[in-house]
């Protein structure tokens, strides 16, 4: 077993050594541009494009014609809320979401508050779900679109969605999804699960960095997007810019790896999972879950020890790849929102860990953890008890 070992996986996954075969052709004899269409390169480039579309497409049920590729989920979920927005020409619009999504979401509709759009962001409970008839009760008359991510990415509670959904469809409200976390993991279906948009990307599913999708429903009336690039009238005009070639071969092969995986690696990581959890939980007092315990995605462990900071037991388990939560909030290091709102003081938010199970994690692997994280805590709180 080499170390560090890897338990970061909600952070980002390596690219499976199948899904780096697919991507090497287009990075040298296949070069071509997806938009010259002149020629046998370019509608190489094309080709390859389509397919990937549609097996992207595959993995959520949706139609090829209703994935737009991005440079990331995160320009997804900018495209989604701000697109839509902006399609109002300025009208007074409301907007809810909650609390606790990834902050490409809380960032994108701050930006949109500073120009007019009133949001209302509901309170999860103790566990992190979101309450379907608090988004009832929230829309108004001029309400257009409700955003609530699937599962989230720090505490891995996953969300009534298709309760949401079913609500947002009898109002006549848009529904859109962050499935970041989910996608890959978990089974989705756009069309039983009444989504109207839904952002996700490659690289939290064994794909390379670089490459996302929003899907986008077909319906009558359309739905209008404003794009947010310019330039070129790519991806429908939705969103201009040369197409990443390989990255999207990458992305449609990793959406059908997982297609072909997602049944027995949930049975699979969720037992490592319980591992986890059971043996911190059982031989380390003072400790405990964030998040459902059960309506939890299969690879995520979110753990508070008490008494012991975070950032110090990560230095003490140098052998371990873990984190205190969300990669993208690295950046701008403080105390997460996440767990803030779902109720734990400062002082447990400061003592939480993420653990990331993926593809390549093995019991061994666990045990190890496991070890190590008992002997670090025993250790540190060694000082207060």
Avoid at 220 to 229: L, R, S, V
């Amino acid at each position: 077993m080499k170390t560090p070992v890897y338990l970061d996986y909600n952070s980002t996954t390596p690219v499976d050594p199948e899904i780096l075969e697919a991507m090497i052709p287009y990075f040298t004899g296949k070069f071509g541009n997806a938009a010259s269409k002149s020629h046998k390169f370019g509608m190489e480039a094309e080709a390859a494009v389509e397919f990937a579309r549609k097996q992207v497409a595959d993995l959520i049920n949706a139609n090829s014609n209703e994935i737009i590729f991005t440079g990331s989920a995160t320009e997804s979920i900018n495209l989604a809320l701000k697109g839509i927005a902006e399609s109002y020409n300025g009208k007074k619009i409301h907007i809810i979401s909650d609390e606790i999504e990834h902050k490409a979401v809380l960032d994108s509709l701050e930006y949109l508050e500073g120009f007019g759009v009133e949001v209302t962001y509901l309170k999860p409970d103790r566990f992190g779900f979101i309450n379907p008839v608090d988004v009832k009760n929230a829309i108004k008359d001029n309400t257009v679109m409700v955003s609530v991510m699937t599962a989230n990415n720090e505490i891995g509670t996953i969300q009534p969605i298709s309760e949401i959904s079913e609500i947002c469809s009898e109002r006549n409200v848009l529904f859109h999804t962050d499935a970041t976390q989910a996608a890959g993991k978990i089974p989705l279906n756009v069309v039983l699960q009444g989504f109207d948009m839904m952002s996700f990307c490659a690289h939290k599913m064994y794909g390379p960095k670089g490459t996302g999708a929003l899907y986008v429903k077909n319906k009558n009336p359309k739905i209008k997007i404003i794009e947010q690039i310019s330039g070129g009238g790519h991806e429908k005009g939705l969103r201009s810019g040369t197409l990443n070639v390989p990255a999207i071969v990458g992305f449609g092969k990793a959406c059908e790896v997982c297609s072909r995986k997602m049944f027995e690696e949930y049975k699979e990581q969720t037992v490592l999972r319980d591992r986890i959890i059971n043996n911190l939980l059982r031989k380390i007092e003072y400790t405990s879950l964030n998040g459902d315990e059960i309506k939890r995605l299969p690879n995520n462990v979110n753990i508070v020890f008490e008494k012991t900071d975070s950032i110090t037991l990560m230095s003490e388990v140098k052998e371990l790849a873990i984190s205190t939560g969300s990669a993208c909030s690295s950046a701008s290091p403080g105390l997460s929102h996440v767990l803030s709102a779902i109720g734990r003081t400062d002082e447990e938010s400061r003592c939480s860990v993420r653990i990331g199970i993926g593809r390549y994690t093995t019991g061994e692997e666990i045990d190890f953890a496991i070890d190590k994280l008992i002997g670090a805590v025993n250790k540190i709180r060694s000082k207060f008890f």
